[in-house]
């Protein structure tokens, strides 16, 4: 009894659309993403500036030594 209840709810579910309501479908989905290509931009340029501070302490440690 349990499991034909089960299985009319899984049978009365609707099917998920492909299309969204602006009309994007979910192949789209793969293409550019300005939120993920932002972040990939985005981590470069911080390790850039982390080695740079850290390669600027490094020269004044340096100098000071002398």
């Known amino acids: 009894m349990k499991n ?3 299985l009319r709810k ?3 579910k609707p099917t ?3 299309h969204y309501r ?3 479908s979910v192949s ?3 293409g550019n993403n300005p939120t993920t290509n932002e972040l990939k931009t ?3 340029q911080r ?6 501070a850290i390669v600027k302490s490094m ?4 100098k000071s030594l002398k």
């Open 47 to 52: 390790m850039k500036q982390k080695k740079c």
């Open 22 to 24: 602006n009309g994007n």
């Open 16 to 18: 998920l659309s492909n």
């Open 28 to 30: 789209n989905l793969n």
């Open 42 to 44: 985005q981590e470069p």
């Open 4 to 6: 034909e209840k089960i």
């Open 59 to 62: 020269l004044e440690i340096i």
């Open 10 to 12: 899984i049978e009365t």
